[in-house]
């Protein structure tokens, strides 16, 4: 691979993770306080995220979290503590001179990580539903493109009435697992493909269809799921165009995707369908391999 593409790469993750970062601190406080869960979360995200790993912010909050754990009692003052400290190592990262923060794919990486850190307790409370709502109402791109618009025209049904029922509150935060492929009650803080975008399917037919692959796949490498299609009489496609009939997303995330939990080929799939009326399908490889097993 050229070097410079690989340091283009190693860069542009090193800051979709900073930034990532600045909203996931956004997200954790969003209800005014961090609780140990949330600590838990951090931690481990962030020692997940080993090209940041020597990032001065990353080790002072890594380092804080240490000193808490120490002697295996967590106390209310130490976390009120911690808040504060987070507060500020929020400030030096939006200070930091190489992050761009205004820019579409900035938003789309702090929507992430605000969304990473609402869901980092497994709960979802009312003010971080109304916190989410304003924030994507400030932001009218995010609002009215993928993701945003999804998650946006779904709080804004939850919050119709006035009242968050259990069942409400409950679509919501599958929503943002989806979208941000942190499924935390099965240990994953990061690192799945996101299914937000991901079609209902009653059968699937590749012989003859065009089809399209992205992301990681857990039954084996690229070439050999390719292999298996063309086998089954599937077309292989390397991009996303109008004769695209399907879009199969592998369970785990690419690292160099654009964005954490997706890619290029997803965002141009969605505006394919929701935008232009293509009649193509975003599907995960569980439904895939579920249909053609």
């Not at 406080?29 to 838990?40: C, F, N, P, Q």
Request: with cysteine.
């Amino acid at each position: 691979m050229d070097s410079n593409f690989s340091k283009f790469n190693y860069a542009r993750n090193k800051d979709k993770l900073l930034i990532n970062l600045i909203n996931m601190i956004e997200g954790i406080l969003s209800d005014g306080v961090i609780d140990a869960k949330e600590m838990i979360f951090l931690d481990t995200w962030l020692l997940e995220s080993e090209s940041i790993s020597q990032n001065y912010c990353v080790k002072a909050i890594r380092a804080r979290i240490a000193d808490i754990l120490e002697d295996g009692v967590i106390t209310p003052d130490e976390l009120a503590e911690l808040k504060e400290d987070l507060l500020k190592i929020q400030q030096q990262l939006l200070d930091l001179p190489e992050l761009d923060l205004f820019s579409t794919e900035s938003d789309k990486h702090l929507l992430e990580g605000l969304c990473k850190g609402m869901i980092a307790n497994h709960e979802l409370h009312d003010s971080e539903i109304r916190f989410l709502d304003w924030w994507l109402t400030s932001n009218g791109m995010l609002k009215d493109n993928y993701p945003g618009k999804e998650l946006y025209a779904l709080v804004k049904e939850i919050l119709k009435d006035g009242v968050i029922t259990p069942e409400e509150r409950a679509s919501l935060k599958l929503a943002l697992i989806d979208y941000t492929g942190c499924d935390i009650e099965s240990g994953a803080v990061d690192g799945l493909a996101t299914r937000l975008p991901i079609d209902k399917i009653e059968s699937l037919e590749l012989r003859d269809a065009n089809i399209c692959l992205t992301g990681t796949f857990l039954c084996g490498k690229r070439k050999a799921c390719e292999a298996e299609i063309i086998a089954a009489g599937g077309v292989i496609t390397g991009s996303i165009n109008q004769k695209l009939n399907y879009l199969i997303v592998g369970t785990l995330s690419s690292k160099d995707w654009v964005y954490q939990s997706s890619g290029r080929k997803i965002e141009k799939a969605v505006e394919y369908r929701d935008q232009k009326g293509i009649n193509l399908k975003i599907i995960s490889e569980e439904q895939w391999k579920t249909f053609t097993s």
